[in-house]
């Protein structure tokens, strides 16, 4: 008797499943490493702390306004980039240790691996965030436009993340050597600092401004500065339009490297 093949909803079930049995995998492991995670979770409030204190006392705002409040959506979005760093190095190391051969060789839906990783990074992403607003809120930063816009912001900054967990995962799998992370920073660096996170791009040259303004990182920046009412903002055009290019710039980069890390994954072998 011939085998029915399973349906359509049946392996979508079965893939769901098994995404969300990798998923649970790699938060356990976390778990069990509360010391490391506790780092990964500080860093970007020591960042908060410095800037906000340490350099903020010579930062002037242009039309005024509190420094911390210019800073901290600023941060909330080099926090979402500076994950791409932290994706790469796992999916690298369990592809360097052989974990990631070993599940391709399982009855497991082949998605599982890479939809586990993204699920589990959203998931570290939105405690990072989590733990940057309540420090946010500690050194005096608020929002201004009511509840509803400061979801729609933290909505924003996870969609910038989940365009870089894909960024990651393609990058993991393409070098396939978690110590070549180093490499990955000459990358990820200079995006943040070259972009409006950290001071007001009027400051800067005006080529230089131009790059800037259109650094994907920079339209998530002003889209949730507008949406919280934090100070910032600018005349040009796509600093008007930032929640749109907000919108346009993940969906774009997800568009771009979440086929090719499914491709990068479907060719490991190779």
């Known amino acids: 008797m011939t085998p029915v093949p399973p349906s359509p909803a049946s392996r979508l079930h079965w893939a769901l499943a098994d995404g969300a049995t990798m998923t649970r995998r790699l938060l356990t492991h976390w778990a069990r490493q509360p010391v490391r995670v506790a780092v990964g979770l500080l860093f970007p409030v020591m960042i908060v702390l410095m800037f906000g204190y340490v350099f903020g006392g010579g930062m002037a705002v242009p039309g005024g ?22 994706t790469f190095v796992a999916v690298a190391a ?3 240790r052989g974990v990631t051969d070993r599940f391709r060789s399982m009855p497991m839906a082949r998605s599982a691996v890479v939809t586990g990783r993204c699920a589990a ?7 990072s965030l989590a733990v940057l607003i309540v420090c946010g809120l500690a050194v005096g930063w608020r929002w201004h436009d ?6 729609l912001a933290v909505g924003l900054l996870l969609l910038l993340r989940f365009a870089f967990v894909w960024i990651g995962i393609y990058m993991g799998l393409t070098v396939r050597d978690p110590q070549a992370v180093m490499a990955v920073q000459i990358l990820v660096w200079p995006v943040a ?13 005006a080529w230089l401004a131009a790059v800037a303004e259109w650094n994907p990182l920079s339209s998530t920046v002003a889209a949730t500065r507008e949406l919280f009412g934090n100070p910032g903002g600018g005349d040009s055009w796509i600093a008007r339009h930032a929640v ?8 774009a980069l997800t568009a771009v490297f979440f086929p090719l890390a499914v491709r990068r994954y479907w060719r490991l072998d190779r």
């Open 121 to 127: 990074d959203m998931v570290d992403a939105a405690l």
């Open 94 to 96: 369990d592809v360097t």
């Open 146 to 151: 009511g509840l509803g816009a400061a979801v």
């Open 65 to 86: 306004g509190d420094y911390r409040e210019f800073l901290m959506p600023g941060m909330f979005a080099m926090t979402m980039l500076f994950g791409i760093e932290a």
């Open 193 to 205: 600092f070259l972009s409006s996170a950290l001071v007001w791009t009027d400051t800067m040259p």
């Open 244 to 251: 749109l290019m907000a919108l346009v710039w993940p969906l």
